[in-house]
């Protein structure tokens, strides 16, 4: 909307396929963030307005019961509206599906993102399908209560990716609408949109970046649950299980297998009779294994079409 130069991005170094028309849409899904809406919307508009692109601001107003609709109106924001609350990831697709740009920035309603990092991620998208902003590691600015949850997540799923990753579930991040697409159709409708397009990133061997930022303190109060937790580790061993399966078969038929040759060495050594436990394990283990085969076959034969 600008032509002024920035110190991440200008005319020279900005990816020519954001030059064209639609270039960025910035995706706000908001429930009951009657507070933080106008800040956050102005707080995009102003780090994007001087980048030499155009750009697009959509809040998706997820079926809230404060003026959030009113708030972000009155921001200048393009708003969408749910009668009734269907979820993050359902705003968020939303948001993404109203817009045609040929990037999309995601980000929380909650001022708790630093919507001036969006330009220097944009300019990294130059060279990769997703920037994630990566929260510090002592999570300050992060609920206590939510703290222990988040770091075993987080260790679950490096585990699981056999890779590190800084920010399972950060706010704001800039993809590539067409690496966004591949995916749309798995993300689900809840907190856990932004863990499944990590993970489906990564598992399909797309680069994925990340930029370190400062976290802040929300404002308002936040709806996520303590259920949500095991919905996590739920989502993140479907997504494996999806895209790399032998990373938890091949443990679980392990640990089976174990348990089954200690039982068996212990009953020829011990009672001199084989037990069933023995042989259920040893042969759990192999059925195990040959299921983790057939869904890995069924896996690599679905990621190449």
């Given at each position: 909307m600008g032509n002024t130069e920035n110190t991440f991005l200008t005319a020279e170094n900005i990816p020519s396929a954001v030059r064209s028309a639609a270039d960025l849409s910035v995706v706000i899904p908001a429930f009951n963030e009657e507070k933080g809406i106008g800040r956050t919307v102005a707080e995009v508009r102003e780090s994007l307005s001087k980048l030499p692109l155009?750009?697009?601001?959509?809040?998706?107003?997820?079926?809230?019961?404060?003026?959030?609709?009113?708030a972000a109106e009155k921001s200048g924001a393009k708003v969408i509206s749910h009668e009734e609350n269907r979820g993050y990831g359902a705003a968020l697709k939303q948001g993404i599906m109203a817009g045609t740009s040929t990037y999309v920035a995601i980000?929380?309603?909650?001022?708790?993102?630093?919507?001036?990092?969006?330009?220097?991620m944009l300019a990294i998208a130059n060279t990769a399908d997703m920037v994630v902003a990566a929260r510090d590691t002592g999570m300050t600015n992060v609920?206590?209560?939510?703290?222990?949850a988040k770091f075993i997540l987080n260790k679950f799923a490096n585990f699981l990716a056999q890779r590190k990753i800084p920010d399972l579930n950060s706010g704001l991040r800039v993809i590539r609408r067409t690496s966004l697409m591949r995916f749309l159709f798995l993300l689900p409708s809840g907190f856990s949109?932004?863990?499944?397009?990590?993970l489906c990133m990564i598992c399909s061997e797309l680069t994925v970046k990340y930029v370190p930022i400062d976290y802040r303190r929300r404002i308002g109060r936040s709806s996520m649950k303590a259920t949500d937790f095991f919905n996590f580790l739920l989502l993140v061993l479907r997504a494996i299980v999806l895209f790399n399966p032998l990373r938890v078969f091949l443990p679980v038929g392990a640990v089976l297998f174990v348990l089954g040759v200690v039982k068996l060495v212990y009953d020829v050594f011990t009672v001199e009779n084989l037990s069933e436990s023995a042989v259920l394990g040893v042969l759990g283990a192999i059925m195990i294994w040959t299921f983790g085969l057939l869904a890995d076959m069924i896996s690599r034969l679905n990621l190449r079409r």
């Open positions: 155009d750009f697009e601001i959509i809040v998706v107003d997820d079926g809230s019961s404060d003026g959030t609709r009113a980000i929380d309603a909650d001022g708790t993102y630093p919507a001036n990092d969006i330009p220097k609920p206590l209560i939510r703290r222990p949109f932004t863990t499944t397009i990590t």
